[in-house]
Each structure stands twice: as C-alpha cells, then as structure tokens.
C-alpha cells in the first residue's frame, strides 16, 4: 500500500518536512500539468507521518482516497513514472505559506 496525495493540496509543504524516507516531492511552482506534491508509492513505507500535519487534510492512505480523489491515487506514481520525479528543490521556494 502507499499514501497518496489528492488535489487537496494546497503546497504547504509540511509533509515534507516529517518524511522519513523523503519520498514526498513537490512538483515545480508553476507546471500546470503537476499542481501539487506527490508521494513515490515504490518508497513510501505507510508510517503515517504525513497525514496529521498536512492543513488541508489532502493526504490519505490508497485504501481511504474518497471517491472523488481516486484519479490520484494513478497521478502521485505517474508523477514518478513519466512527470518530473525527484529533483533538486528548495523547500521555501515551493511552498505556501
Ligand atoms: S502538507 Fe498537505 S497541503 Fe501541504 S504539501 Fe503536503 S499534502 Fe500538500
Ligand atoms: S506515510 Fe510516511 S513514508 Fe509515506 S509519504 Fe507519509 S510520511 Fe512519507
């Protein structure tokens, strides 16, 4: 199982923040076709840690992702898959505060 972030998401970047495994990754500002952060389900080790301190409550486990969110549940791996992935960020500059 992984956790997936929904388009709930509103760029906090708090999640990042508690990751241990660093698996949480904010697309670049700007990129329409990316709005949000991302989680690489092949690294997520489901400890939790994420869904308390996200404000919007965007972050569920791929077993809770309401109806209405289920297209994410694909979008956080394709993120992976064939969008941006992982790269070298900086932390201030990607969230909202
Ligand atoms: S804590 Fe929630 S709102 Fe903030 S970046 Fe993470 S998923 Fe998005
Ligand atoms: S559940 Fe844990 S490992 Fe998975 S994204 Fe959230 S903080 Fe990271």
Request: hydrophobic share 30%; glycine share 6%; net charge negative.
């Amino acid at each position: 199982m992984t956790h997936v972030i929904t388009a709930l998401c509103t760029r906090k970047g708090d999640c990042v923040e508690v990751c241990p495994v660093e698996c949480i990754v904010p697309a670049p500002t700007g990129n329409a076709d990316w709005p949000f952060y991302y989680i690489d389900p092949d690294t997520c080790i489901d400890c939790g840690a994420c869904i308390p301190v996200c404000p919007p409550e965007a972050i569920f486990t791929e077993d809770d992702v309401p109806a209405q969110y289920q297209d994410d549940i694909a979008k956080n791996k394709e993120y992976f898959t064939s969008g941006p992935g992982y790269w070298k960020y900086d932390l201030e500059k990607e969230r909202v505060r």
